[in-house]
């Protein structure tokens, strides 16, 4: 793709020009991941807290095996997404590492993530551009959608292999899960609230990335769409 840049004013066009950030297994994955999460959210919720009865003949009616077939089936999705994007971070460009991979080392890094902090704090206005993600979104990525996705899968196939029963695979990989915890209904409480604790954080980022897309000095929501970053002006 050429560059949308113009050298007309004085412009820098070493600073509009667009980056290609989020390449296309990135891209599908994030919508997919996007999708199978609010179907296990609305099956999820379902299956904590079921209705109280449903009507017509109770022979005719196999309701909360299909919602949790549903949940089963967006979790085998889910899973196979995660590990097709673990993937990607290792043969990826550098961006797609950003989700798996915090440089606590690097300073610059660190002035960034609290220059993000004063900056929601309205301590500044001044807004810096980044082509990945910035410090502050990408440990809350990091934290709430890297290793929050792990702690699902784990405790969601901890919980599956008690179906499937003793000595099945999910049982042998990730029984002991459940004794780690406590017991099966410890487990299935840390599954929900990681639900609940996910979901809020997902809100705030939908939130986030159309505010962006708004309001920042770069785009957002159609960088997540066609891979390319572009910058509204050409300051550095
Ligand atoms: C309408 C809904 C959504 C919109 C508009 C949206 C938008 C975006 C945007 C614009 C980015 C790129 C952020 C950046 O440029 O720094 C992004 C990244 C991301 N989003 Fe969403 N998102 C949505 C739903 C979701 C959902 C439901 C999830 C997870 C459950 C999710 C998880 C992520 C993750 C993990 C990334 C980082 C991608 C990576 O670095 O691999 N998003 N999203
Ligand atoms: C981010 C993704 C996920 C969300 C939001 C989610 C949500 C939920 C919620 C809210 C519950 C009800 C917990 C309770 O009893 O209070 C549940 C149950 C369950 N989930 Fe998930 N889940 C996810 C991923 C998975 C995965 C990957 C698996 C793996 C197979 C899984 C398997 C299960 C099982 C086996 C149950 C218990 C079913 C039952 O007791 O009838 N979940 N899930």
């Not at 961006?95 to 309205?122: K, S, V």
Request: glycine residues 10%.
């Amino acid at each position: 793709m050429t560059s949308a840049t113009s050298t007309k004013g004085g412009h820098d066009p070493a600073h509009q020009q667009p980056i290609y950030v989020y390449e296309a297994p990135v891209r599908i994955w994030h919508w997919t991941h996007g999708i199978t999460f609010f179907v296990m959210c609305i099956t999820g919720y379902f299956i904590g807290a079921p209705m109280d009865s449903v009507p017509g003949e109770a022979s005719d009616q196999f309701l909360m095996g299909n919602i949790r077939l549903i949940h089963f089936i967006a979790a085998y999705a889910f899973t196979i997404g995660v590990l097709v994007r673990v993937y990607w971070a290792i043969v990826g460009n550098h961006y797609a590492r950003e989700l798996y991979f915090l440089p606590l080392w690097d300073m610059t890094w660190w002035r960034g993530f609290f220059h993000e902090i004063r900056f929601y704090l309205f301590m500044t206005r001044e807004m810096h551009k980044y082509p990945g993600h910035n410090p502050l979104a990408q440990t809350a990525m990091f934290l709430f959608n890297g290793l929050g996705a792990f702690f699902m899968i784990a405790t969601g196939f901890a919980l599956y292999g008690e179906g499937l029963g003793q000595g099945s695979w999910a049982d042998v990989m990730f029984g002991w899960i459940i004794p780690l915890i406590g017991d099966s209904e410890a487990v299935h409480n840390w599954h929900n609230l990681g639900m609940w604790v996910i979901l809020s954080t997902i809100i705030v980022h939908m939130y986030m990335a159309i505010r962006a897309d708004i309001m920042s000095r770069q785009t957002s929501i159609s960088t997540i769409i066609s891979g390319w970053r572009m910058f509204k002006d050409d300051l550095p």
